[in-house]
């Protein structure tokens, strides 16, 4: 139970310096909850194309019309980061903390490991 809590700990850590470098690339504040300001892949699709320009060609955003993008854009908008990061050599690695591939809507490995 102990190390449980501890590992808890240690994950929302992580998520905070996740949100924090984020915030601080992007200029923007991210939600409370970092899960689902990243479920639709804008931000991830911006976070990439920051670090490495254009690498992300198409990026569906939500629009005053159209305010929640359908689940098959978010898809096509995490599939699209997840190609940059390959094309970059982020390692893949799986990673079962409150952000995993799951909360991303796809079932595939989650980048995380930034150099920021």
Do not use: W
């Amino acid at each position: 139970m102990r190390r449980k809590m501890e590992q808890l700990r240690e994950e929302l850590e992580l998520m905070e310096q996740l949100r924090e470098s984020i915030e601080s690339r992007l200029k923007v504040a991210l939600p409370e909850d970092l899960g689902s300001s990243l479920m639709d892949g804008v931000v991830l699709c911006h976070l990439a194309n920051h670090i490495r320009p254009r690498s992300v060609a198409s990026i569906h955003v939500p629009s005053s019309a159209v305010p929640k993008l359908s689940m098959a854009k978010c898809r096509r908008n995490v599939e699209n980061f997840l190609d940059a990061c390959r094309k970059m050599g982020v390692p893949e690695v799986r990673h079962s903390c409150l952000l995993d591939s799951g909360t991303l809507t796809l079932n595939q490995p989650l980048y995380f490991r930034f150099t920021c």
